[in-house]
């Protein structure tokens, strides 16, 4: 256990070094966990061809790190937020709920012409294209731990860092081209709406904000439980991370001040951790067999996430200037994550003007809801599958 964790401390900061020599790699906002990992299981591919030799990792601190990363993303969501969102926040999660759907019938329809295991769709879809390198790992386990799905991790991995390279080259031309094209520009009674207070870590709150992730972890154990005496099969981490926000849904209504920015700090660690951990340990040569039928999948699924935006998302919130921004958001997390959506977000505003609305609701949809709405999702799949 305390080996995998030094090797992957080593990954993480290689992967950090990297991404700040190399601009390409900041500009698509790929993580620096992602780049040590992948770095480094390529040298363990290297290995594994020359019968030199293959590493095998303990799982412990990868399994905490993950259930805490979730856990801390419960505690982002709040009645509040979805109040303050409006109208508008129900189309986004609506839109969604639609492009989850579809990226994962998309993704069972494609492999099913390689006479794949349909499960493999769900690593092609939304597991690794809305979900991320973070859903990518935790799904990517489970399909193989529990599945027998043999180099499924690895699929779920290389998709997810695929999304994000796309994710970031096709959400400011698609927005730009709306703007130019309906000639869109911000109204004069754009505001800013966001209000992100830049509060300094406090070491009392910190101690609050690990006592309270280990309590919902901890209840979050039995609920999970719960789900596998109704034979629901649900991911590990779910039990906590419903918890969480029962827990933040409660404290809103009290009153009671949860140490929010200490929650999204140990959340953001404990998720460079479990990448590092997860990344590292894939084995790349169980990828062959998959590479045509993975390459077909996600070409098709890049073509669909540019109709969806360009033609729905662009209409369905109103055809203006806002719209052009969603189009870019929903870009970023539609096939990478909310950095390249915040990124894409950036890139148009500071060309164009402001769109408070999307800068606002659009961290929130990736960095919340998404993951909320995928999981779900997912879950369904998998039971019927």
């Known amino acids: 256990m305390f080996q995998s964790a030094a090797a992957a401390a080593v990954v993480l900061v290689v992967g950090i070094y990297l991404v700040k020599r190399v601009p390409m790699l900041k500009r698509f906002c790929i993580p620096a966990a992602v780049i040590g990992g992948l770095l480094f299981s390529l040298v363990m591919l290297i290995f594994y061809s020359c019968d030199f030799m293959e590493i095998t990792f303990d799982d412990t601190i990868k399994e905490i790190a993950m259930r805490v990363f979730f856990c801390s993303i419960g505690f982002m969501a709040s009645i509040s937020m979805i109040k303050s969102g409006g109208r508008m ?66 699929v779920c991995i290389a998709s997810a860092t695929f999304g994000l390279a796309i994710a970031g080259f096709i959400g400011g031309p698609l927005a730009r081209n709306l703007v130019r094209r309906y000639d869109l520009k911000p109204t004069s009674n754009d505001m800013e709406l966001q209000s992100e207070i830049d509060v300094s870590l406090d ?16 209840l979050g154990t039995l609920l999970n439980m719960a789900f596998d005496a109704v034979d629901i099969a649900v991911p590990s981490y779910l039990g906590g991370m419903l918890v969480a926000l029962f827990c933040r849904t ?69 055809k203006n200037y806002e719209s052009a921004a969603f189009v870019a958001g929903v870009s970023g997390f539609g096939m990478g994550a909310t950095p390249n959506a915040v990124a894409n977000l950036e890139a148009l505003t500071n060309e164009h003007g402001p769109a408070p609305v999307a800068y606002f609701l659009i961290p929130i949809m990736g960095g919340v809801f998404l993951d909320f709405i995928n999981m779900g999702i997912l879950t369904a799949f998998l039971n019927l599958l």
């Not at 092609?124 to 809305?130: D, E, F, N, P, Y």
């Not at 070491?203 to 901890?218: F, M």
């Open 89 to 154: 926040l129900l189309i986004l999660i609506a839109l969604l709920i639609a492009l989850v759907t579809l990226q994962d019938f998309v993704g069972i329809f494609s492999v099913g012409l390689f006479d794949l295991d349909p499960k493999y769709g769900l690593a092609l879809g939304s597991i690794s294209l809305c979900g991320g390198h973070g859903t990518a790992a935790a799904y990517g386990g489970i399909l193989v731990n529990d599945y027998g799905l043999v180099g499924a991790d690895v």
């Open 203 to 218: 070491d009392r709150r910190v101690l609050n904000a690990v006592v309270i992730l280990a309590a919902c972890i901890g």
């Open 250 to 318: 409660v404290t809103d209504k009290i009153g009671y001040e949860l140490p929010l920015k200490e929650l999204e700090t140990i959340g953001w660690v404990s998720l460079c951790i479990f990448l590092s951990m997860a990344l590292m340990a894939i084995k790349l040569w169980q990828l062959a067999d998959l590479a045509f039928a993975m390459v077909f999948t996600l070409l098709i699924q890049t073509v669909i996430l540019i109709v969806f935006v360009y033609y729905i998302v662009f209409r369905a919130t109103g």
